[in-house]
Structure formats: structure tokens, C-alpha cells
């Protein structure tokens, strides 16, 4: 069983910047493709960005692009995601995701966490 833990979370102004952090424990983190979703009110959930087993491979959904940035610290077991230059339509529930295949870590990964606000205001 994999459990992951969001934080970081809250609100900020935009052009601001937040850093999310996500916390993983059970199986071997080090080994397994961690990525972020969100979900806006009536919106369906999309992929923001995924990251490799090694850290050497990322990936970045449209609207994090040159924006976000992701990283991960596996002596920790923790995934980060960087947020900057904030806009009101980056307000969302932000998830942390993992699964050990890196194929699917941006469509359909195996396990999720419990979801964190994050709200800019304009």
C-alpha cells in the first residue's frame, strides 16, 4: 500500500509563488514515477507534471510549462512541486500521484493523495 501526503498548500497573491511538497510512504518510493494533477471547481482533474524514478526525466502538462517546476528528493521520499509566477487560474485542488510505470504518470497512475488548495487571488 502507498500512502501520500500533500502540503504547502494556501492561498497567494498572483505573480506569487508556492512550493508543494508530497511525502510518500510504503513501497519502494525510489523507484516508482511521481507526478501533480489539479482539479478546479467544475473542471475536470488534468496533469501538471511528473518526474522520473532517477529525477533525470520530467515532464510538464501545458500550463505548468516554464512556470513550474518539479523535483524530488528520494533520501526523503518527497516530490516538490515549484510554482511560480502564480495566476488566478492556477486556483485548484492540487494532487500527488505515483505509479511505477512512468508511461501512464501523466493519464492514469495507481495512487493518489488526498488533494491541498492551493488559491491565487487576483
Known amino acids: 500500500q502507498v500512502r501520500l501526503v500533500e502540503s504547502g498548500g494556501g492561498l497567494v497573491q498572483a505573480g506569487g509563488s508556492l512550493r508543494l511538497s508530497c511525502v510518500a510512504s510504503?513501497?519502494?518510493?525510489?523507484?516508482?514515477?511521481m507526478g501533480w494533477f489539479r482539479q478546479a471547481p467544475g473542471k475536470d482533474r488534468d496533469f501538471v507534471a511528473a518526474?522520473?524514478?532517477?529525477?533525470?526525466?520530467?515532464y510538464y502538462g501545458d500550463s505548468a510549462r516554464g512556470r513550474f517546476t518539479i523535483s524530488r528528493d528520494n533520501t526523503k521520499n518527497t516530490v516538490n512541486l515549484q510554482m511560480n509566477s502564480l495566476k488566478p487560474e492556477d486556483t485548484a485542488v492540487y494532487y500527488c500521484?505515483?505509479?511505477?510505470?512512468?508511461?501512464?504518470?501523466?493519464?492514469?497512475?495507481?495512487?493518489w493523495g488526498q488533494g491541498i488548495q492551493v488559491t491565487v487571488s487576483s
Open positions: 500521484a505515483t505509479d511505477p510505470r512512468f508511461e501512464v504518470i501523466s493519464t492514469t497512475p495507481a495512487y
Open positions: 510504503g513501497r519502494t518510493f525510489g523507484s516508482y514515477a
Open positions: 518526474i522520473g524514478w532517477s529525477g533525470g526525466n520530467t
